[in-house]
């Protein structure tokens, strides 16, 4: 399995992320909109950062490959987050994802407190309910026009995984 590192997305990523978005757009079409401007970069790492964790995935040679984020965190009662991620083209299907989420849910459960990641995935998205799936998200729901993606609302599979299902001794 690669080994990958988890950065804080930052202001100083807007070029490298924009140019993995434009070389990436067959790949996400469908299935995610990220921020395709200099504009709307800084206005993605900057809107909510209380409530959400934004990470760029490298791989070794420090080459950006992926975006892992736990979006929505509530905190109080609940302690939830919903996890977020996408490859970028030429990196997918390589396992780097699979790396990043290893370490961001052991992250979200270890140094951020979490008790239940949520991951809402396209039924379509095959290859993503795939890997959630081998991390051990168990599927709870399908919700019916879950998230508007490119004009249209779409339905989404809602996986979860709570800490005490999760491994303490997990690596990637």
Not at 25 to 32: C, F, I, Q, R
Not at 47 to 54: F, N
């Amino acid at each position: 399995m690669p080994n990958v590192f988890l950065t804080p997305l930052i202001a100083a990523d807007a070029s490298r992320f924009i140019e993995a978005v434009r070389r990436s757009e067959s790949l996400h079409k469908g299935w995610v909109e990220p921020p395709a401007t200099v504009a709307t970069f800084e206005q993605y790492i900057k809107s909510g950062q209380e409530i959400r964790l934004r990470f760029s995935v490298c791989n070794c040679d420090g080459v950006l490959v992926g975006i892992a984020n736990i979006n929505a965190i509530v905190r109080g009662a609940f302690q939830n987050g919903c996890l977020g991620f996408y490859a970028f083209a030429p990196y997918n299907g390589q396992g780097h994802m699979r790396s990043a989420l290893i370490k961001l849910v052991t992250l979200a459960f270890s140094e951020h407190g979490l008790h239940r990641l949520e991951a809402n995935i396209q039924p379509q998205n095959s290859r993503s309910c795939s890997l959630i799936e081998s991390l051990g998200f168990r599927l709870e729901t399908l919700s019916p026009r879950y998230l508007c993606v490119g004009g249209v609302w779409c339905d989404h599979k809602r996986y979860a995984l709570t800490s005490e299902e999760w491994p303490q001794d997990r690596t990637a």
